[in-house]
């Protein structure tokens, strides 16, 4: 799943040398999406960039990350992109036999943006990402897979880099917004919206578990049943031959 700014494509991203920043949202909690999301302009632009106050989304509150996302939608100087990972991808990959790590995840999520990007048109440059595992080889890989782009790879590159910061703000407004708007498929009684953050540690999000679980069917599909948080739940689950 995944949207990407409007096209067609300005003339500057194809024209001139752009720098992008990769950044994620929604890695650690139990309910929900993870969504990655990138934001790219011209290398000559980064300085108007750092002036527009974009700062990593997890500093902000909801009003003004929702507020910064809108003008950076407006803004013709700025391209974006996200892709959506559902929780029933994460989970389904994560308990495969041959299982797929949330690193692994993460990792082929960035890349899928920085190849969404070129196949635009962009003229990709310099791409910075926040590190997921070890930064040194996940900036390899990167660029042996992309030998045409400078990759900058830290830690916190959320609050280093503003191309980082915007991405951030991306991703997290992409994941609320997915997350309050969740319709769930399921249809028992008394099922309800009011999770919290979604976070492992909220007492609110471990109440909604606890009142959502099922003995045949587990949890809704909102839940990312792979994670250990739900073991627990699992104790009193009706046993299959």
């Known amino acids: 799943m995944g949207s990407t700014c409007p096209t067609p494509l300005p003339l500057w991203a194809s024209s001139q040398p752009c720098i992008m920043g990769i950044d994620e949202a929604g890695r650690g909690p139990v309910l929900g999406p993870m969504v990655y999301g990138c ?15 974009f700062a990593d989304s997890k500093t902000l509150k909801e009003e003004k990350r929702e507020e910064l996302f809108e003008n950076l939608k407006a803004n013709d100087s700025i391209g974006w992109s996200v ?3 559902d929780p029933r991808d994460l989970s389904a990959k994560m308990l495969k036999k041959t ?30 990402v926040d590190t ?20 900058v790879v830290a830690k916190k590159a959320d609050s280093l880099f503003p191309v980082v910061s915007g991405a951030s703000i991306v991703a997290k407004v992409t994941r609320d917004r997915a997350l309050h708007g969740w ?5 028992a009684e008394n099922m309800h919206n009011n999770f919290g953050s979604g976070y492992p540690g909220d007492p609110e999000t471990k109440a909604w578990l606890d009142h959502h679980k099922h003995s045949v069917f ?9 994670w250990g948080t739900c073991t627990p739940y699992f104790k009193d689950i009706v046993e299959v031959l």
């Open 83 to 85: 892709d959506i990972i």
């Open 39 to 53: 934001l790219f302009c011209a290398v000559s632009y980064q300085k108007t960039l750092a002036s527009l106050n």
């Open 132 to 151: 997921v595992g070890d930064a040194e080889k996940y900036r390899i890989k990167l660029s042996e897979r992309f030998p045409g782009i400078k990759f």
């Open 218 to 226: 587990g949890f809704p599909t909102l839940v990312r049943f792979s």
């Open 183 to 187: 319709v769930l498929e399921e249809t």
């Open 99 to 128: 299982k797929i790590n949330l690193n692994e995840i993460s990792h082929d999520s960035a890349m899928g943006l920085v190849s969404r990007v070129l196949d635009m048109g962009v003229l990709l440059t310099e791409v910075y």
